[in-house]
């Protein structure tokens, strides 16, 4: 029997469809026999190899973009990482995770495993793409971070090189607030606090802070009755340092956050926030 004829166009749809290498294309369509789907299922089986290959490998660089609804009250943030900046700065690559970042938007899944089962393009979910671009780039790659947001009002903020990205919501909606959310997440991709306000910390992050103020009193010679009383006393300077409408707000830092959205507007607040960067 003779061999199945591949052309030059059937390549090139190939290549245009799964952003792969010309040759790979060609071996991939001849061991399929000319069958277009079976050769992307060809390569995505190849990214699969390579994914379980590289599986040890670290995917700390990467791009990580936030996106908000037309009417700005909806918000995602996702994180497509891959092992070297070189990946990372490609506008294919790019536009993939701008790509992953609309259907999320769209859908508003509950996780990052339900937003890998949604479906992309050419019949693959987005997991399956992000398998088939192992494949094709060589690197591991993987959809590591995704969070949603609903709010009165959202407001993005994505750190220069696309290193890292934040939501923030706030409770009231009105195009001057806008900029002002956008300073906040500013704020937060800067200050990186833990919460918004103290009743936000998780209770093992307190309780950590309790033993470290502790040890540094027992370390001062204080009363062991003591230790605890003056530890629980440090606790306001760190939930100032480290809970959102407490820190000072780095363009002004004679406000704290929540003073400067109330010289906006007395009842303007946070009512939540996202920050995903890379690493």
């Avoid at 001849?30 to 490998?57: P, Y």
């Avoid at 996702?78 to 995770?97: M, W, Y």
């Avoid at 996780?111 to 060589?138: C, D, F, H, M, P």
Wanted: charged content about 30%.
């Amino acid at each position: 029997m003779s061999a199945v004829k591949i052309s030059a166009s059937d390549v090139k749809k190939l290549r245009d469809m799964t952003g792969a290498g010309m040759m790979d294309c060609k071996k991939a369509l001849t061991e399929a026999g000319g069958d277009i789907n079976q050769a992307i299922e060809i390569l995505r089986k190849k990214g699969q190899k390579l994914s379980v290959k590289r599986a040890d490998r670290e995917a700390k660089e990467g791009v990580v973009l936030a996106v908000i609804s037309d009417d700005k009250k909806k918000g995602v943030i996702v994180r497509l990482s891959c092992e070297t900046d070189f990946v990372a700065k490609n506008e294919d690559f790019i536009q993939l995770t701008k790509d992953f970042a609309g259907i999320a938007l769209e859908n508003m899944p509950e996780s990052r495993e339900v937003l890998l089962g949604l479906a992309y393009k050419n019949g693959l979910t987005i997991g399956e793409k992000v398998t088939e671009q192992i494949g094709v780039i060589g690197e591991k790659i993987t959809l590591s971070a995704y969070e949603k947001m609903d709010a009165e009002m959202v407001s993005p903020y994505i750190h220069m090189g696309n290193r890292a990205a934040v939501l923030v919501g706030l409770n009231k909606a009105d195009a001057s607030f806008f900029e002002a959310g956008r300073d906040v997440a500013m704020q937060v991709a800067a200050m990186k606090p833990v919460a918004l306000d103290k009743d936000g910390v998780d209770q093992s992050i307190i309780q950590k802070e309790i033993e470290i103020g502790m040890e540094q009193a027992r370390q001062q010679g204080k009363a062991e009755a003591l230790l605890e009383r003056i530890a629980k006393g440090k606790l306001g300077k760190f939930f100032k340092e480290n809970t959102l409408l407490n820190q000072q707000f780095v363009k002004d830092n004679k406000k704290s956050v929540s003073q400067f959205l109330a010289s906006i507007d007395p009842d303007l607040t946070v009512t939540d926030f996202k920050h995903i960067s890379l690493g």
